[in-house]
C-alpha cells in the first residue's frame, strides 16, 4: 500500500538555526498538510498546501515556517529559525483528489529536538 | 479552544469484550469524522470514518457511531485484542473549508489487558 515517507526520523538542532523536513506524499494525491505534536498534547494543524500554494494556515504557522514543494514529488516545512518550543513530531500528511471525505494519510514523523 | 473532545485520557479492556471511546465536539459545522490509531514512534492510521448524513459505519471489528443532536460520536471495537493498544485520535472536519484540514482530539490510549 502507498505511503506517506518523512526524513530524517529524527532532528536534532540548535535554537537559532534553520531546518528542513522532508516528506514525499503518496504519488497521485493533491492536498498536502503539516501537522505536529508536542510531547502529551495533541496533533495540531499547522498548514495545508493544494495547487501549489498554501490554502490554509493556523496561528502556530508565523513567518519563521514555509513550505515547498520543490518538484513533483517532494514537500518540505522549512522553519527559518527554530526555538525551543519548536521542539515536537512534525507530521506530514496527504489526501487524494476526493478531498472532503477523504481521509489523510500520515507519514512516520519527524522528531525535531531544538537544544 | 477544544472543539473535538476526547475526555478519556485512558481506558483499560479485557481481551475480548468491547472498547467503546468516546468523542464530542462543539463546531456544528463540522460533518465529516474520522478515528485514527496512533503507536508510538509511528504516525497516525486512518482508522475508520462516518459523514454526517450516517448514523453508523461498521467496518469489520470497528464501528463508528454518530448522533449529530447530542455533538457525539464513539467508536466500538468488538472484540477488543491486545494488538489494538494504541492512542486513538477522534478529527472532524466541515466541507466547504477549502483546504479540508482536520481538527483532532487529544487522544485516548486503550490498553488492552491479554
Known amino acids: 500500500e502507498p505511503e506517506v515517507t518523512q526524513t530524517p526520523s529524527h532532528q536534532v538542532t540548535q535554537m537559532g538555526q534553520e531546518v528542513i523536513l522532508r516528506c514525499v506524499p503518496i504519488?497521485?494525491?493533491?492536498?498536502f498538510y503539516w501537522y505536529r505534536q508536542i510531547l502529551g498534547q495533541k496533533v495540531e494543524f499547522l498548514v495545508s498546501f493544494y495547487n501549489n500554494e498554501i490554502s490554509e494556515k493556523s496561528e502556530i504557522f508565523d513567518d519563521q515556517f514555509s513550505v515547498e514543494r520543490p518538484d513533483g514529488s517532494n514537500f518540505t516545512l522549512k522553519i527559518r529559525s527554530t526555538k525551543l518550543e519548536d521542539s515536537a513530531m512534525y507530521f506530514c500528511?496527504?489526501?487524494?483528489?476526493?478531498?472532503?471525505?477523504?481521509?489523510?494519510?500520515f507519514g512516520n514523523g519527524t522528531r525535531l529536538t531544538v537544544t | 479552544d477544544q472543539q473535538v473532545k476526547q475526555n478519556s485520557p485512558s481506558l483499560s479492556v479485557q481481551e475480548g469484550r468491547i472498547s467503546i471511546l468516546n468523542c464530542d465536539y462543539t463546531?456544528?459545522?463540522?460533518?465529516?469524522f474520522l478515528w485514527y490509531k496512533k503507536y508510538p514512534a509511528e504516525g497516525p492510521t486512518f482508522l475508520i470514518s462516518i459523514s454526517s448524513i450516517k448514523d453508523k459505519n461498521e467496518d469489520g471489528r470497528f464501528t463508528v457511531f454518530l448522533n449529530k443532536s447530542a455533538k457525539h460520536l464513539s467508536l466500538h471495537i468488538v472484540p477488543s485484542q491486545p494488538g489494538d493498544s494504541a492512542v486513538y485520535f477522534c478529527a472532524a472536519e466541515r466541507s466547504g473549508a477549502g483546504s479540508y484540514q482536520l481538527t483532532f482530539g487529544k487522544g485516548t490510549k486503550l490498553s488492552v489487558i491479554p
Open positions: 500528511a496527504s489526501r487524494g483528489d476526493g478531498g472532503y471525505n477523504s481521509p489523510l494519510h
Open positions: 504519488s497521485n494525491h493533491l492536498y
Open positions: 463546531n456544528s459545522m463540522f460533518d465529516y
